[in-house]
């Protein structure tokens, strides 16, 4: 019978027993054998492996790190990943370059600690991967496919098309500004250049059904007022003939459809949501310079009225945002994506989203809406048809 190592006996001990009891013995365990720091960062690059087998990627671990746990683990997290995405060579899946990217970025330079402290924090780290559920897959796991993008889409190393490079600056200037009218028209100018690439990519795509299909990509829904911004995610996916669905329990929605559209969602539901954070801001300083302390209500308020607006904005625009002889080219791609929309989630149900109960802030969030979906006269976004 083999001798059982140091990281075994202190994940056996960690890794599925509740309480700090056994976290405390594991990591004394690990601290008083520095040998076994190779192994142990080993046996966390196996862990990662198996979260990236049940359907997870890279940003939705870090997401659920800086949620569930702090600042330490997610620099772990970030030296872990790195560690393990470096065994795949050059070719990663779309998109995982970016997220590696992004949360190199987001990780401060590591601080001094004592070893016991570190352990303590790596066995809390391992704990949460080794707990992490099968979700849906948005797209192989390294080494398991080809590494090309889905059709449509662009390398995360390669240039980003010319109008994404506009949309983004149009938007960056909106959530810049301090002045409303000039959101306004640089929102609704970037509105109109999305609607303009969704359809000529859809016109191009046509007649080749079996080169464009319908791929997904998760999108993190924050705390607090999660369920009205995951209801403001799903109008603006649907007006952009996508689908999302919620995953409340992880902070995140998983949005389908094509790749030109999927960009188009995330870049517009970032830019509604640091302009709505912006508003309520400032209604809520009008709100304390009138002598009302703000309140939960008042910011619930807020966001529900927003998410609801701003889909009252995009059903009112839909059935004139299209030309009528590409109705059968949209209507196939609406039923591609709801196709695989159900096969990856077969089981869905609907959630409620909590009643408004604040006058003042239905009132403002309304208005902000308003402000900031006002789109010019003949330049609507392109709307699902019921």
């Known amino acids: 019978m083999g001798t ?8 056996a001990a960690a890794l599925y027993a509740e309480g700090d009891a056994p976290l405390d013995a594991a990591a004394s365990l690990l601290a008083a054998d520095p040998g076994a720091d190779a192994e142990l960062r080993r046996r966390g690059e196996e862990l990662l492996r198996r979260a990236w087998e049940r359907g997870w990627q890279p940003a939705d671990v870090a997401r659920l790190v800086r949620r569930d746990l702090g600042e330490v683990h997610h620099r772990l997290l970030a030296e872990l ?20 990217r992004d949360l ?10 004592d070893r016991f402290g570190r352990a303590t924090a790596v066995l809390e780290l391992y704990r949460l991967l080794a707990r992490l559920p099968r979700i849906e897959a948005v797209a192989p796991p390294p080494g398991a496919g080809p590494c090309a993008a889905p059709a ?52 191009l795509a046509h007649g080749a059904p079996a080169a464009h299909t319908p791929s997904a990509r998760r999108i993190g829904v924050d705390a607090p007022y999660e369920t009205a911004k995951a209801v403001l995610l799903d109008v603006v996916s649907s007006a952009n003939r996508c689908q999302a669905v919620w995953n409340g329990a992880f902070g995140f929605s998983t949005v389908v459809g094509f790749e030109g559209d999927l960009e188009s969602v995330e870049l517009l539901y970032t830019s509604l949501l640091v302009q709505g954070t912006r508003a309520m801001t400032a209604a809520e300083s009008a709100q304390r310079a009138g002598g009302r302390k703000r309140t939960r209500t008042f910011r ?20 004139e945002a299209v030309p009528g ?14 196709d695989r929309t159900r096969r990856m989630f077969p089981e869905t149900r609907t959630a409620r989203v909590r009643a408004a109960t604040d006058a003042a802030g239905w009132r403002d969030g309304t208005s902000a809406a308003d402000r900031a979906h006002r789109a010019a006269p003949g330049r609507p976004l392109p709307g699902r048809r019921a």
């Open 104 to 113: 190199a970025g987001e990780v401060p330079p590591p601080a001094r600690g």
């Open 300 to 319: 619930q308020s807020f966001w529900t009225a927003y998410a609801s607006r701003i889909g009252e904005h995009l059903a009112a625009v839909a059935e």
């Open 81 to 100: 990943v790195a560690a393990e995405s470096a065994h795949y060579g050059p070719r990663l899946p779309h998109r995982w370059e970016a997220q590696l």
């Open 4 to 11: 059982v190592s140091t990281v075994e006996k202190a994940l």
């Open 152 to 203: 449509g889409a662009r390398e995360g190393t390669g240039p980003e098309p010319r109008m994404l490079t506009r949309v983004r600056a149009l938007l960056a200037k909106a959530e810049a500004t301090g002045y409303p009218q000039e959101a306004e028209a640089l929102t609704a100018k970037a509105q109109e250049l999305m609607a303009r690439h969704s359809i000529d990519e859809a016109v």
């Open 325 to 338: 002889e590409l109705l059968p080219v949209l209507a196939t791609r609406d039923l591609a994506v709801a």
